[in-house]
């Protein structure tokens, strides 16, 4: 039994910053066939919460929310101050309100510190429980207002704490909560692991979101990433969750050399998901084919996955 994976984008591929200016989008990327848009908020991100949700519900769009906007330094669940991870606590729990509020079906990213925070030291000892001690109350109160928690390994030029899926799964069997789940990004485990397909298999079920793109964030196919390794570890565990495109739109002002990206790798969003998206459902329907053959099933039709998402 195969499962149809979601789509989705993410918003930063047409804006910089989400405000009520910006519903047009959802309708766009509705119109490319997408299930899911992900939202980045913060302290400089103010928009109309429940216009933005009802919009996107008319749509049939899921939305995720992660905190890409303004999170002051201080707010880590992993600092040694105790003082700073209570404040990290309590931003991230007024986010998961705005997120109740828009309706999100899940709050992602590397929320067990800050990234762009990596410490070239020895970890403390203490350091992986006292995350663990925050996540578990986030992850609880998130659970409390319908909001999934995914937390996203990054690369170690962008933490120290949660480079590869083994460490991800140290850290939430620590935190011991069921609302705990992971999000695989492609761009920043490949200075990160060697085996794609054991990197997805170590999370199993716990795998609730993928962020894909290039080794250069540009769009998926020509690069090192090894997709089919990836779809094929996808279709064997079953996996119908979410894929969602993730970059910087290069064409914004200084948006994307302030996110450090210094290519012009999206300098046009809606070509980034068609061209993103067309290669990834052939790639599914490729792999879900094979699979069929082998198990002495008929393959499907070419564009059944397209179907399936429109």
């Not at 047409?14 to 992900?38: K, S």
């Not at 600092?79 to 992602?108: S, T």
Request: charged share 25%.
């Amino acid at each position: 039994m195969y499962n149809h994976m979601k789509y989705g984008a993410h918003s930063y591929l047409f804006t910089d910053r989400w405000t009520d200016a910006q519903l047009h989008i959802l309708d766009l990327c509705r119109g490319l066939g997408l299930q899911m848009v992900e939202l980045s908020l913060g302290d400089d991100v103010r928009f109309d919460l429940r216009k933005t949700g009802d919009h996107a519900r008319s749509l049939g769009l899921d939305l995720f929310i992660g905190p890409g906007g303004a999170w002051p330094l201080e707010c880590d669940l992993s600092d040694d101050d105790p003082l700073n991870r209570r404040r990290g606590l309590d931003w991230h729990r007024r986010i998961v309100d705005q997120a109740a509020e828009l309706g999100a079906v899940c709050y992602a990213g590397a929320l067990y510190g800050h990234p762009g925070v990596a410490r070239r030291r020895r970890p403390p000892v203490d350091e992986y429980p006292r995350t663990a001690e925050g996540l578990h109350s986030l992850a609880d109160y998130a659970a409390q207002h319908n909001i999934v928690i995914a937390l996203e390994p990054m690369s170690h030029f962008r933490t120290h704490l949660v480079n590869t899926p083994e460490q991800l799964i140290r850290l939430m069997d620590l935190a011991d909560h069921q609302n705990l789940h992971a999000l695989l990004d492609t761009y920043h485990i490949v200075t990160e692991v060697r085996d794609y397909r054991a990197a997805i298999r170590t999370l199993g079920p716990r795998l609730f979101g993928i962020h894909a793109c290039e080794n250069d964030r540009g769009a998926p196919g020509g690069g090192i990433v090894p997709w089919r390794a990836v779809f094929e570890a996808l279709v064997e565990m079953g996996y119908g969750g979410y894929i969602a495109l993730e970059t910087y739109n290069s064409t914004i002002g200084d948006f994307a050399f302030e996110r450090g990206m210094f290519h012009n790798v999206c300098p046009d969003g809606e070509e980034f998901v068609r061209r993103g998206i067309g290669f990834l459902t052939e790639m599914e329907q490729l792999v879900k084919d094979s699979s069929r053959r082998t198990s002495g099933h008929p393959p499907s039709r070419p564009d059944a996955a397209r179907d399936s998402s429109a």
